[in-house]
T-cell receptor, first 115, second 109 residues
Framework: EAGVTQFPSHSVIEKGQTVTLRCDPI?????LYWYRRVMGKEIKFLLH????????ESGMPNNRFLAERTGGTYSTLKVQPAELEDSGVYFC?????????????FGQGTRLTVV | DAKTTQPTSMDCAEGRAANLPCNHS???????VYWYRQIHSQGPQYIIH???NNETNEMASLIITEDRKSSTLILPHATLRDTAVYYC??????????FGTGTRLTIIP
């Protein structure tokens, strides 16, 4: 069974440009999470989808970030326009909805560099 | 956010048991204790979780104190591949993970 897949693995863009990150969760996982690690800082939560609905988006830094999960399958995270401080590694995770104590599976991350 | 306290760093000799402590004194009765780790720059990896009883799986053992205010993750025979940052947190399940600074565990050859 495939794990959580993120694309691209690396992205280098100029300030002001737009970038879209994609996450394919494990099939059947209704929970989908986005996290970000900025250089030297802790991994921070961005938002949580349950199927196609945003359950918690309290970690989204500002309105330059837009996350979608149409159809409740894969998710995209768009940054528009990108700023230098958006550089970091963006992780996606998924887990099953059934039951309370479920483990989350993480992708390998997308390393975003804004220059 | 759920608050845990972990040592910043620890060393352990290869082949020995690594014991990583975590304080979670504000945990409520229905919240689970979770452990994850991040090896270098890879995505975080689930290790184990528990509610009240001690737990064991193929990766590690989790010992939770009777008052549930602290726990210890045990890697029974540490290998060089266990060098990573280990994170402990608690929540009700199906919620966001809260990563603190974790414990940087270094396995010494």
């Amino acid at each position: 069974e495939a794990g959580v897949t993120q694309f691209p693995s690396h992205s280098v863009i100029e300030k002001g440009q737009t970038v879209t990150l994609r996450c394919d969760p494990i099939s059947g996982h209704d929970n989908l999470y986005w996290y970000r690690r900025v250089m030297g800082k802790e991994i921070k939560f961005l938002l949580h989808f349950v199927k196609e609905s945003k359950q918690d988006e309290s970690g989204m830094p500002n309105n330059r970030f837009l996350a979608e999960r149409t159809g409740g399958t894969y998710s995209t995270l768009k940054v528009q326009p990108a700023e230098l401080e958006d550089s970091g590694v963006y992780f996606c995770a998924s887990s099953q909805l059934v039951g309370r104590s479920t483990e989350a599976f993480f992708g390998q991350g997308t390393r975003l560099t804004v220059v | 956010d759920a608050k845990t306290t972990q040592p910043t760093s620890m060393d352990c000799a290869e082949g020995r048991a690594a014991n990583l402590p975590c304080n979670h004194s504000t945990i409520s009765g229905n919240e689970y204790v979770y452990w994850y780790r991040q090896i270098h720059s890879q995505g975080p990896q689930y290790i184990i979780h528990g509610l009240k009883n001690n737990e064991t799986n193929e990766m590690a053992s989790l010992i939770i104190t009777e008052d549930r205010k602290s726990s210890t993750l045990i890697l029974p025979h540490a290998t060089l591949r266990d060098t990573a940052v280990y994170y402990c947190y608690f929540n009700f399940g199906n919620e966001k993970l809260t990563f603190g600074t974790g414990t940087r565990l270094t396995i010494i050859p």
